[in-house]
């Protein structure tokens, strides 16, 4: 006789369902609310765009579709608004700016990292200080410096220059603060072995410091082009001709005494807002490895 298989006792496991379901509906509730934060971020832009398409008896009723787009605006906007000058100014302002911004942001950042002098620290905590201080604050000494009220500068005032819209921001008190945490994070051993082969601090900020803090210079780049190409309030105050205005001031062409005009003015917007989106896109890797892994420590 064939001898019987023994049996085995089936243990049937019990899971209860109640801590699943918690988590899908957790899970649930954290997308709706991280949608909802979605569609309140992109929502002015989508009625930024949706307007630029739209006429004035439109905009007035403030409908959230044109009932015939109308692509003309943008024509307009370009011609009237002088956008041409305008966008060629900003180019040259924002270039300007950058390139006296990055390196005086990178020898500072690195002096106070690597570098002992006295008062380093008083120094630091009072450039930091400035980071509090309003723009509305400084508008006025600062205009009062570029009309040379305070000092004598080369050449006379600086209204309606290019000196007057670049070198108030070739130094950025952030700037200098983030290259300094990532100058602080460079292992002390690569600064004694240069010091081995005769580096100086110069050969060793060109040859180490830089090329390993690739990421913070251009995360400083993009928030130094931002400011500049962003920047509308001060413009305004040191210029009175269409010399050197930038985009931002050009767009104030859209408003006058009977109010603005909406459609060019969101016209004018987009335009000037393609360059940023398209610098941000080519450069979204950087920025966002730089924002994760600055630790801002030391």
Not at 37 to 45: C, K, Q, R, S
Not at 109 to 116: L, S, V
Not at 118 to 128: H, K, N, Q, S, T
Not at 158 to 165: H, K, R, V
Request: proline share 6%.
């Amino acid at each position: 006789m064939a001898r019987e298989a023994p049996r085995r006792d089936m243990v049937r496991v019990t899971t209860d369902p109640l801590p699943r379901l918690r988590r899908r509906l957790q899970r649930l509730a954290l997308y709706m609310v991280l949608v909802f934060m979605a569609l309140g971020a992109l929502w002015p832009f989508f009625w930024m765009i949706s307007t630029s398409f739209m006429t004035r008896g439109e905009t007035i009723t403030r409908q959230w579709l044109p009932s015939v787009p109308q692509a003309q605006n943008y024509g307009v906007a370009w011609t009237e608004g002088k956008f041409g000058i305008y966008l060629v100014n900003s180019v040259l302002i924002t270039l300007t700016t950058l390139a006296g911004l990055v390196p005086t942001s990178i020898l500072a950042g690195y002096a106070f990292a690597r570098i002992r002098f006295a008062g380093r620290e008083v120094v630091f905590m009072v450039l930091l200080s400035t980071m509090m201080l309003p723009e509305a604050v400084t508008l006025l000494p600062n205009f009062l410096l570029i009309r040379g009220d305070v000092i004598p500068l080369p050449g006379g005032r600086w209204l309606n220059t290019l000196q007057a819209l670049t070198v108030p921001f070739m130094a950025n008190a952030f700037s200098i603060f983030l290259l300094r945490q990532f100058f602080r994070q460079i292992p002390t051993e690569l600064w004694d072995a240069a010091r081995l082969d005769g580096c100086g601090h110069l050969r060793f900020l060109l040859s180490v410091g830089i090329p390993l803090s690739k990421a913070p210079v251009l995360t400083v780049s993009l928030f130094g082009f931002l400011q500049a190409w962003d920047a509308f309030m001060w413009p305004l105050r040191v210029t009175t001709r269409d010399t050197w205005r930038p985009l931002m001031v050009g767009l104030w062409a859209f408003v006058d005494e009977a109010g603005p005009d909406t459609q060019f003015l969101m016209a004018g917007a987009v335009l000037a807002l393609l360059p940023i989106l398209l610098l941000y896109i080519l450069l979204q890797k950087h920025f966002t490895t730089t924002l994760m892994t600055s630790g801002l420590k030391g």
